[in-house]
Structure formats: structure tokens, C-alpha cells
């Protein structure tokens, strides 16, 4: 007996329709007649893919718009205005922001994620404490990593690292750099390692984030990811320097990143709103190269980011939105493009995270999601509704739409 039969699924690499069992939280089967169910769901021919997996998000500074102002738009200026807010955190507010876009993401089917939490002499550890609560309080429906994020930096901010080490004691399941903002990138990178090897964690950068490739710390990460040994163990967010390198360079540290099974986290929505500002002609678009680094073996995800605040002013912490816009902006548009867009926010994102039962193979977790199109290139062409949920092999979330034409019926 299966705790639960999703039956009629379309998926993304077979033309018939199939029956999904599920048991103990875990895909058991995929195929024709799955037996008897406690529950048995009739998908119609919907598609059904793995859980979708925002592999970067900040929930501790999101939904701000309204409490800060902003002129230049510029990403020096979200950093100071920001912190300037910040100061200003409680538990109780963090804790409230966080949930609003925690439930957004879980309506739109994120049953994974990683979001970044500010440790720094500002905050302290009150972030951490706010999201550490709301991770077992949403358990049943999303699976919360935390990052300890490092964004003021480590040797200009005294206190941080060891307020990063604090964290990691505390709960954070990884740890984050931000080697742009602060006065020595070199030995920010040394010291995030020191302390991924110290508690036996991944690391995540916010990295080159820049129009000229003035910085290129991902040389420095890529060195340091070889020498201690976390290949396959590191991540990059941003990395928009890279965009503005001649091909054949770009190529040459996509295959070391290859090499060295680093992660790139591509975030659109706040990369075309805060790059090329300085551009008054053929304003650049700021994104690092996606296809070249898909092309070259790198997983790439694509991610939130933020959520309405001075970094991005729009966001609706849905996935589906950025495989939208990526497809436009980072030039994807065949069915085929459109379907590696989908895998940068569920395998790919899901292979970033280190989450190996991500996917619709038999012993899965149930992590699943079911769309109101057939095909997984609909998802970014038309971003369709959203069915149900599943996160563990439970209905998380049911998603119920009438529309009624009343114009149709004369009666309007
Ligand atoms: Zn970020």
C-alpha cells in the first residue's frame, strides 16, 4: 500500500503519461499502475517535476521597499542603506519578512533552499536565532540551509569572524563570503575556508561583482577550492566580472570551475537591475555567461536573490519568474535552452546544494511539483500555475483557480 499515487503525470523525459507511487516520503515507482494508494490524485496530464530549489535567497533583508530610500541605484548604495536598516532588525521583524516570502516561495513549489544570514557586528546573531526557528517551524514544507553570511566582511568589520565561528557552533549549515566588500579578498577567501574546514562545511561566495573584471577573486576561490580539498563543496553567487572577459578567457575559467566542481549561482533580477550603471550607451545586461558555464559542465542555478529591497526593488520569490527572465536576457530561447533553464532551478540548484535524492527516480525524495502545462520549456515560455505540491510525499499545497468570463455571459 502507497501513502500516495499521483496518477496521469506527464515528466519531462518520456512521452506517455505515467503513474508516480510514492511511500515513506520517497518516490517508489514510475510508470504504468502504480497499485493501491491511501490517496490517489489524478494529474490529468500535468507535468511534474522534481521540487523547485532556490539556491540563494536573502530573507532576513527582504521586503524592505517602503522602510529605506534609495536614488542611485547602485550596489554601493543598496550596501550602505541596507545596513543602515539593519541596525534597526529585531528578532520579531526578521522573523515576519521572512515568513511572507517563505510562504510565497512554498505556494510556488520551492521545497528547497539556501538563504544567506547576515553575522556581523550590526546583527549579531539575532538573524541567525530569527531563521534558525523558522527552519524546524517549516520543515514540513521546505528544506532550509543556512548560510552564515559574512556581507559588511571579515577583516574591515573586527568581530566577524568570530561571530561567523558563533553561527556555525549555533547551527548555520555552511558559511559565506563577500570578498568584494572588504579590504583584503585574498585573505577573506583563506579565512571562510579556515572555517568550512573547522566545522566541516560547504562554502558560498558572493563574488565578482562588478562590471570590469577588476577583481576575478574566482581565480583565488578556484586555487583555494583545489588546495583544501572542497571541490565539489563551494559555490559562487553573481560572478557578472566574468561577463566582461573575451570568450576565449571566459571559457578557460569555466573549465576550471568545471574542474574543480564549483557551483555558479546566476541572480538576474538583481544583476540587470544593479550592473552596467555607469553604461549610458548599450547598457550591459550584467549576467554572468550562463550558457558558456552550462556549456562547459558547471552547474548553474539560477536564484532570488532579494526580495524587494535596495538591491532588487521587485521579486516574487517564485523561480519560475527567473527562468523567465533569463531566457530573454542570457539570449535562451529554444525548447532546449528552455529546459536547461528549468534544470538551473532544480537539478542543477539541487546538485549546488549538495542534494543527492533531488529528482523523479525511484528512491527520490518526494519532492515534487505539478503544473498546469505539459511540457517543461512551457514553464519558462508562459510560467503557468502551480497544481499541487509535494514536499516528502505529503499535499503541502493545493492550488485551486476559477476564472469566471462573465463578459462571455453577457451579465458583466
Ligand atoms: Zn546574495
Aim: glycine letters at 10%.
Amino acid at each position: 500500500m502507497h501513502d500516495l499515487v499521483l496518477h496521469g503525470c506527464r515528466l519531462p523525459d518520456r512521452d506517455a503519461p505515467a503513474d508516480v507511487a510514492i511511500a515513506a516520503g520517497r518516490i517508489v515507482s514510475v510508470g504504468d499502475g502504480a497499485g493501491p494508494a491511501r490517496e490517489t490524485l489524478d494529474a490529468g496530464g500535468r507535468l511534474v517535476t522534481p521540487g523547485l530549489v532556490e539556491a540563494h535567497i536573502h530573507l532576513d533583508k527582504a521586503l524592505l521597499a517602503g522602510r529605506v530610500a534609495t536614488s542611485a541605484g547602485t550596489l554601493e548604495e543598496a550596501i550602505r542603506v541596507t545596513g543602515a536598516a539593519k541596525r534597526g532588525f529585531t528578532r520579531e521583524d526578521i522573523a515576519e519578512r521572512a515568513r511572507r516570502v517563505l510562504d510565497l516561495a512554498v505556494a510556488a513549489g520551492t521545497t528547497a533552499m539556501r538563504a544567506h544570514v547576515e553575522v556581523d557586528p550590526i546583527v549579531g546573531l539575532t538573524g541567525l536565532q530569527a531563521m534558525l526557528a523558522l527552519k524546524r517551524e517549516y520543515a514540513p514544507a521546505v528544506d532550509l540551509q543556512l548560510c552564515a553570511f559574512a556581507q559588511e566582511g571579515i577583516l574591515q568589520s573586527p568581530g566577524t569572524e568570530g561571530l561567523l565561528r558563533q553561527a556555525l557552533r549555533a547551527g548555520a549549515d555552511l558559511v559565506g563570503g563577500c570578498p568584494y566588500n572588504d579590504t583584503d579578498g585574498r585573505r577573506h577567501i583563506e579565512i571562510v575556508f579556515a572555517l568550512a574546514r573547522e566545522f566541516g562545511v560547504d562554502a558560498d561566495f558572493h563574488v565578482d561583482f562588478f562590471d570590469e573584471a577588476d577583481h576575478l577573486h574566482v581565480l583565488e576561490i578556484v586555487r583555494q577550492t583545489v588546495q583544501n580539498g572542497w571541490q565539489g563543496r563551494v559555490a559562487l553567487g553573481h560572478l557578472t566580472e566574468l561577463a566582461a572577459l573575451p570568450a576565449a578567457e571566459q571559457d578557460a575559467i569555466a573549465a576550471q570551475l568545471a574542474a574543480a566542481r564549483i557551483g555558479v549561482i546566476s541572480l538576474p533580477a538583481t544583476d540587470l537591475y544593479l550592473m552596467g550603471r555607469r553604461d549610458e550607451a548599450n547598457v550591459r545586461r550584467g549576467l554572468t555567461p550562463i550558457r558558456r558555464l552550462l556549456a562547459a559542465g558547471v552547474p548553474v542555478a539560477l536564484a532570488t536573490n532579494n526580495v524587494r529591497n535596495p538591491f532588487t526593488p521587485v521579486g516574487t520569490a517564485d523561480l519560475a519568474h527567473l527562468t523567465f527572465l533569463a531566457a530573454v536576457a542570457a539570449h535562451m530561447g529554444t525548447p532546449e535552452l528552455m529546459r536547461e533553464l528549468v534544470a538551473c532551478v532544480t537539478t542543477h540548484a539541487a546538485r549546488i546544494l549538495g542534494l543527492a535524492d533531488h529528482g523523479l527516480a525511484p528512491g527520490c525524495r518526494a519532492d515534487l511539483v505539478v503544473w498546469e502545462c505539459e511540457r517543461p520549456e512551457e514553464i519558462v515560455m508562459s510560467l503557468p500555475a502551480r497544481r499541487w505540491i509535494v514536499k516528502g510525499g505529503r499535499i503541502t499545497i493545493e492550488h485551486e483557480r476559477r476564472v469566471v468570463q462573465r463578459w462571455r455571459e453577457g451579465r458583466g
